[in-house]
């Protein structure tokens, strides 16, 4: 799998891609200072930090257990996107 970092050049690329997400964070930071009470952003970037961290405790958890936490992590916070902002939850806390 390529990682990059969100250069065009690397879209021609055949295979699986990712896009690396300290940069991802890096650019939402500077658009946070743009738009400090943009919800979708904080989302956005409440969502990378957790995939993050729950990336590094994958190793130390049963896939059954792993796959879970997925579950209930991502469909509580992540459904609610689309939905109006003041109905949203608002917690930032990720239960990992």
Do not use: N
């Amino acid at each position: 799998m390529l990682v990059s970092d969100c250069l065009a050049s690397y879209d021609p690329h055949p295979g699986r891609k990712s896009k690396c997400c300290a940069h991802h964070l890096k650019a939402i930071s500077e658009a946070l200072q743009q738009a400090p009470d943009s919800e979708f952003l904080q989302d956005i970037r409440w969502f990378l930090k957790a995939a993050i961290m729950l990336h590094k405790l994958r190793e130390d958890l049963t896939a059954g257990t792993y796959w879970d936490k997925v579950a209930s992590w991502s469909g509580g916070r992540m459904s609610s996107w689309g939905q109006p902002a003041g109905t949203r939850p608002r917690s930032r806390s990720a239960t990992v």
